[in-house]
């Protein structure tokens, strides 16, 4: 057990690898931490770069991740999360977390690779099971966090949404040309 932070610690999670633990209470509102790293610029445009992707990277923007060099690492997907992203690298408490609680996050939120997906062993009633990116996200669940739903997310979901178009593969083509456009490295 490795303290870190006055508000958090990381400590060997039950659902994957290490986790981030609150070292105390933690009210609704306030800042955990803020997520440090490089910024990657990066074109998924296809199964094989969704798998040269980092396993950590938090999406940032269009074709942008940071591939967190701190509490990032340890940030585990909940689909019943207790925190999120507000703005682009700050994570705040969604709900009042208490002393030992973990740290959890919904990775659909602010994930935009179409390629990407990983099972979930959450454990919450309402767990997705396999987890995937945000064009892939029920309404729903959109309408919940809606408020914590970065811009550039709330867009895509807005065009993207996998409801919008007739099958996956007209989804996959509307994308990858919407990605490519601008792209630079
Ligand atoms: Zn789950």
Redesign the pocket.
């Known amino acids: 057990m490795k303290e870190i932070s006055k508000k958090i610690y990381v400590k060997e999670s039950k659902t994957h690898g290490k986790g981030i633990f609150a070292l105390k209470n933690i009210k609704k509102g306030e800042t955990i931490f803020i997520i440090k790293g490089k910024k990657i610029n990066f074109l998924i445009n296809n199964k094989k770069q969704a798998e040269i992707a980092g396993f950590n990277w938090i999406g940032f923007g269009k074709n942008e991740w940071i591939d967190p060099t701190n509490y990032g690492l340890y940030l585990n ?4 999360p207790n925190s999120a992203i507000k703005g682009r690298v700050v994570v705040i408490a969604i709900r009042n977390i208490k002393k030992g609680e973990e740290i959890t996050f919904d990775y659909s939120l602010n994930e935009a690779d179409i390629f990407w997906h990983i099972k ?5 009633r ?4 396999t ?1 995937k990116s945000i064009q892939f996200l029920p309404y729903k669940i959109f309408n919940k966090y809606k408020l914590h739903i970065p811009e550039y997310f709330k867009k895509v979901f807005k065009k993207f949404n996998i409801s919008n178009f007739k099958n996956l593969k007209d989804l996959q083509n509307e994308w990858i040309s919407f990605i490519k456009k601008d792209f630079s490295v």
Request: charged share 15%.
């Open positions: 997907h909940s689909c019943n979930c062993h959450c454990g919450s309402n767990c997705r099971k987890i």
